[in-house]
């Protein structure tokens, strides 16, 4: 894509309301505008990311036999009561004219549970693993950390559908791997630990992803025995020990929940009177998983680990483009030699914002690189042209080089 | 995709509440289901199609240079305050537990128009053309025909802003020209009119694409003279007289609105104070365009046009696949000859539904074949591989014939 063409621009200003990291730099950097508190548009750049997100996690769920669907936002309230969940303080609610009351969904238990039962008779029916893309709506009184905290927010959840709990913790371990492999994707392997969580009254426990970094709003903590990761409200409940060895040696770090994944048990299915008949042809009530990844947060959480002084620095695989190729001076050699490298690129599959600009210094190109935070950085410029060659240099290293104007492509 | 994974059902009933067509198709063939009067969850099958069409549309809209953004659902009150839509009676409003008013979009001016005004100064910043797909939602009190009319729908907006009038008339052709891409690309060519409609208080007409069916809600008439389209508003105001050559020879016909296009002119940059500066340093209103498609009701529409008593008969581009492959009678020879046929057309890149299903009969599979309606049909028994052949049979064809077994990609 042509930079000239992109109708967002750099913002030289940072919002003084905008408090956290990753709203900031994404603001800034034309990737995300705010239209209210908690609430953001994706513009060009940022659904660009989004986008690679979303994928990652596409495919990751159609490798554990994921079927995607798509559930409405605009929920009856009749579903919420069979669940005792109308009550919940956070839903949004709204009527119609006609007085029949709605929530926005901010999670898809009361939905995807009757669905499925229409689906669903025998044992060879199972097991079934649904999940969506879809927008949830929480009522979010303190919505200050850009995309790590929404009141409009988009989640993949996904929920599985199992004959008995044998076949749900088997399920289970292999959505936990094709999350460590989502994450890993998203460059946050190392800095993202399985977490125990409060696991409701089916499950002991449940298991929360948390990424570490200093602006995360929750704690972890972790066993210097048995290096197990705990939250904050089970190590509460354990009164500061270790729930695996009693260990009391911890270690508390800031951490943000990037993804959670919980054993339901029968506590969906039971009010919906969702049963199977088993081989023997008796009923049985289904048991449920549910794991959810929000995909704005971890969008926020990626930049919030991956920046430095002068903007964002994307991991590869969820930038909006691999390469920022970048003409200086705007003499014809350099605008044709850059226009040709951009086909050449563009040819071989490269994914190239080019920055054809010619109203913008050298200076404020290379800032606005830096702040936009693709891996690559290519310079044409009268100067490498007399070698034959390109400058590149990788945003995340401090050198660069010079590379042979027929090597750019492989050497990438 | 095999069809023993598949976790929906053909469902033998039609639901006596379900009046339409397309519901009651696409119900039975396990596309769709009901959350509740106007809302619908898309399942695997229904999600495939809607995807290719939000995919053909993205295409065309890209064609076209338009930019993808993603604006958020929830809308706060005071931009709806500062055009005085917000008294609009179809908007869905909602308090979150601050007493904050919100609204769900149902049309997206309010917010684009501010937002776009960020990044604009000066004419060189002109023209733009930014598009989205999101959620939209409308208190509607009538919703009985299924994907054609909803209360949560997914709408494909864009919004052109200009610099003048002449260039608004520009870029509304090019988009005329991109709209009827998008329809013949999902089958309705020949089907589907541009249709003088009411323009508001800035352009004398705007532009409907109707789409005629018997099914449809609305109404258009033809002058038989100067073969225009007009719909029932414009003609009652002309008091049934054609507006262009005066002929009163106007034959009615029953159709769908899918799509409108609209030149807004003023009407948003003018509340909102979007102004740019000109050639001469001059302060000038932005001129702007809207244009919409539904893409439920184009899914709906398609299949209103596209059906016959055994079901629906989908056109090739929307097709959640190309090929229904079904292996009768469960011999090993079958399943053999059926599975490697399977992996072939799949590393052809050929999108195929395989029904490997052991507890259905030749029958039952047929018919839900045919209810289903992907295009092409491959069916593989004992009797076809006497002979090293399947039997190929196109959906909307009566006649199936014999093809080599090595012989049947080429042959698609």
Redesign the interface.
């Known amino acids: 894509m042509k930079q000239s063409?992109?109708?967002?621009?750099i913002s030289k200003e940072i919002s003084k309301e905008e408090t956290s990291k990753n709203a900031q730099l994404l603001i800034r950097a034309?990737f995300i505008?705010k239209?209210?508190s908690g609430?953001?548009?994706?513009?060009?750049l940022g659904?660009m990311v989004?986008k690679k997100i979303e994928n990652i996690i596409r495919e990751e769920m159609n490798n554990i036999?994921g079927?995607?669907?798509?559930?409405?936002?605009?929920?009856?309230k009749e579903n919420w009561e069979k669940t005792g969940r109308w009550k919940y303080?956070e839903m949004?609610?709204?009527q119609?004219?006609?007085g029949k009351d709605?929530s926005?969904g901010w999670t898809h238990e009361e939905?995807i549970t009757p669905?499925?039962k229409?689906?669903v008779k025998s044992y060879k029916?199972l097991p079934?693993y649904?999940y969506q893309f879809q927008?949830k709506?929480r009522?979010e009184?303190r919505a200050k950390s850009g995309l790590l905290r929404g009141?409009?927010f988009s989640m993949k959840d996904l929920y599985s559908f199992h004959k008995n709990q044998e076949d749900l913790d088997e399920y289970y371990e292999k959505v936990k791997a094709a999350y460590f492999k989502i994450f890993k994707r998203c460059g946050l392997e190392k800095v993202t630990f399985l977490t125990l969580a409060s696991g409701g009254a089916f499950a002991k426990y449940s298991h929360e992803f948390q990424t570490e970094t200093l602006s995360g709003e929750d704690e972890i903590y972790f066993c210097k025995k048995c290096d197990l990761a705990i939250n904050k409200e089970i190590i509460e409940e354990e009164k500061h020990i270790c729930p695996e060895c009693g260990g009391k040696d911890l270690e508390i770090k800031k951490s943000i929940e990037v993804g959670n994944i919980f054993k339901l048990g029968k506590r969906f299915s039971e009010p919906f009177d969702f049963m199977f008949r088993d081989k023997d042809g008796k009923e049985n009530p289904i048991i449920m998983g549910c794991y959810g990844i929000g995909l704005g947060r971890l969008m926020g959480t990626i930049v919030e680990i991956y920046n430095d002084e002068k903007g964002i620095i994307w991991p590869k695989e969820v930038s909006p483009f691999s390469v920022h190729l970048i003409a200086i001076e705007s003499s014809e050699k350099v605008k044709n030699a850059a226009e040709k490298l951009y086909k050449n690129l563009q040819e071989e599959k490269i994914e190239v914002l080019y920055d054809d600009r010619e109203d913008k210094t050298a200076g404020e190109k290379f800032a606005e690189c830096d702040l936009i935070g693709i891996p690559t950085r290519i310079v044409v410029s009268e100067r490498t042209l007399e070698k034959d060659c390109v400058e590149v240099k990788k945003r995340s290293e401090k050198e660069s080089k010079l590379v042979k104007i027929n090597e750019v492509s492989s050497s990438l």
């Open positions: 063409k992109l109708f967002t621009k034309g505008d239209l209210m609430v953001y548009s994706y513009l060009p659904l989004f036999s079927q995607e669907v798509l559930l409405p936002a605009l929920l009856p303080p949004l609610k709204l119609n004219r006609a709605f926005l939905i669905l499925v229409k689906f029916d079934i649904v927008n709506f009522d009184l009141i409009e």
